[in-house]
C-alpha cells in the first residue's frame, strides 16, 4: 500500500477536526432559562406570604410593606443558572458611555414612585458592555448567569445578582 494514500486522508481528517474545534461554538452555546417574575420566588412560598400587612403613610398616601422572612428566600436553583428574563432598568452606574449597572425590576417605578418590591423580586445587573440609553426604566432582556446575592442598598434590599451577557430591548 502507498504510504502517501493514507497520510493525506489523516492529514485532512485531523484539519477538519481541528477546523470543526475552532469554528463557533454559539450554536453549542446553553439555551438560556426564560424566567418571569413569579419564578424568583422559591417553589412554596405564595406572594401572599411575602408581604405582611404594613402600614399606611397617610400624608404621603402611600402603603409602606412589611416584608417577612420568606421577602428574602431565595429560589435555589437559579444559583448559578444561565437564564434571560425581562424588567425595566434602573441605572446605578452610568457614564457617557451608558449604563453599567443597574437594579432590573418587574414594572416601571418600582423603589422610586412606590415602595421596593421585596428582595426576592429584585436583580442588580452589571455589564462590560454598556447599555446605551439616555432615560430611566427602559424595559429589556437580560441574558447572563445569576447568582444569589443579598445586598441592601439605599434603595431596597436585593435577593439577585446576575452578570449579564447580553441586554436587549424588549417590547411590551
Known sequence: MDRSRRILPRRTLLAAAAAFAAGPRNSWAATPRVLAWEDLIPPGVPMAQIIGEGTIDVFKDTWLPVFDENATKLHKDLDGAYVKMPGYMLPFDIS?????????????????????????????????????????WDPVWVTGRMRHEIQSTTLADIGYAMDAEVIEAYEW
Open 96 to 136: 457617557a458611555a451608558g449604563v453599567t449597572s443597574f437594579l432590573m425590576v418587574p414594572y416601571a417605578g418600582a423603589c422610586i414612585h412606590t415602595p421596593p418590591p421585596p428582595a426576592n423580586q429584585l436583580v442588580f445587573v452589571e455589564t462590560k458592555k454598556p447599555w446605551q440609553t439616555d432615560r430611566m
